[in-house]
């Protein structure tokens, strides 16, 4: 089971969500980089559980613990390491989802792969708790690249049909999506945030989940990041978005919608900007053959919906291969895209940092 990407920086993700820890370790890390702890610790907050009815009621301090990697507060060379124990578990809630897996989650295919040795406590290894350790080295890449002219910044675009404020792609609130951040739900406009929140918890009521999208932008960048084909920035990008629990599919730019204009309208024509080049639109989502334009960088990522739910569902027992029901019990949210925000801008994050070093 290799939880690992990256190629100049190495991110490893390890762990088990009732386990006594998660952790990470970050190999390649720049030297004489400063990492605010405090910092960490605020962008940590944002993903953490129990939160208020729209998350799971399982509280987490999610403190970092460092172990190595960092001499007076600054990258020293060697690898990063860090750990955050697992404190409020309450395991069990997953008696018998080893017999009886639940629809939409892993728990059957993992069941298979690994022999029935796989931890179902909380869903293990598959659990969207792992996505902490992905915070930690998203939230030190973001410090890195902000020195570096890079801003990143997503919002919830939209939640079970409710959607939030359009970005301009070309020219990105940045300020907004700042503002975003700091709500309870990263929506630009908090009327967007307050329906959303309505959605959310006539699921809860009514024992179901919801899904929705995170749009990101990433602004700043230098042209000439990535490479063509298998190696472009939108490959790297995806596979780590893709690797957060839940998300179930990605779009740069305009995304699908291409596939419906002509030619001419989804070009974005070369201009002249303070001596830069730049495109008068931005449909491209700041990619072009897989490295980077100089635009914003903008893609979207879909998020399903909470696959335990309370509701009763259909699914088998695995020792007597017969039919059987499953209501799932236990703490989780009804909707896992509010927390997801976070950790799309750490993959994102992490990606261009490890792009960085590669060199232009």
């Not at 890195?144 to 359009?166: E, F, K, N, W």
């Not at 406009?189 to 959605?199: F, I, K, N, Q, Y």
């Not at 009514?206 to 990041?225: K, N, R, T, W, Y």
């Amino acid at each position: 089971m290799a939880s690992q990407f990256g190629t100049k920086v190495k991110v490893s993700i390890f762990g088990e969500s009732h386990g006594a820890a998660i952790g990470v370790v970050i190999d390649g890390l720049p030297a004489g980089e400063a990492v605010d702890l405090d910092t960490l610790a605020r962008f940590m907050a944002r993903r953490a559980p129990g939160q208020g009815a729209h998350t799971t009621s399982r509280r987490e301090a999610d403190q970092v613990q460092v172990l190595a990697g960092l001499t007076g507060g600054m990258t020293n060379g060697a690898p990063f390491a860090a750990v955050i124990e697992n404190i409020n578990t309450r395991s069990g809630d997953y008696q018998g989802l080893m017999d009886t897996p639940r629809p939409g989650h892993a728990d059957y295919t993992a069941y298979v792969k690994y022999g029935g040795h796989n931890d179902i406590r909380g869903g293990g290894h598959f659990s969207g708790r792992l996505t902490a350790p992905l915070c930690i080295a998203g939230g030190i890449a973001l410090q890195i690249l902000a020195r570096r002219g890079v801003q990143i910044g997503a919002h919830i675009a939209s939640i079970h049909g409710v959607c939030d404020a359009p970005l301009d792609f070309a020219n990105p609130d940045l300020d907004a999506l700042s503002r975003a951040a700091a709500r309870p739900l990263a929506t630009i406009s908090e009327d967007a945030g307050v329906r959303m929140l309505a959605e959310i918890e006539k699921a809860r009521e009514s024992q179901d989940s919801v899904g929705g999208v995170i749009e990101c932008v990433a602004a700043g960048l230098p042209a000439g990041l990535g490479a063509p084909m298998a190696d472009g920035v939108e490959n790297r990008i995806a596979a780590a978005v893709l690797g957060i629990p839940a998300v179930r599919g990605i779009e740069f730019g305009a995304g699908f919608a291409a596939a419906g204009m002509t030619g001419s309208e989804h070009n974005d024509p070369f201009i002249m900007e303070n001596g830069r080049v730049r495109t008068a639109t931005n449909r491209h989502g700041g990619v072009l053959g897989g490295i980077t334009s100089g635009m914003p960088l903008v893609f979207r990522a879909a998020v399903k919906p909470t696959p335990s739910i309370a509701r009763e569902q259909d699914t088998v027992s695995l020792v007597s291969g017969t039919p059987a029901k499953l209501a799932v019990h236990g703490r989780h949210d009804p909707c896992i895209v509010p927390r997801a925000v976070p950790c799309v801008e750490a993959a994102t994050a992490i990606t261009l940092l490890d792009l960085w070093e590669e060199g232009v």
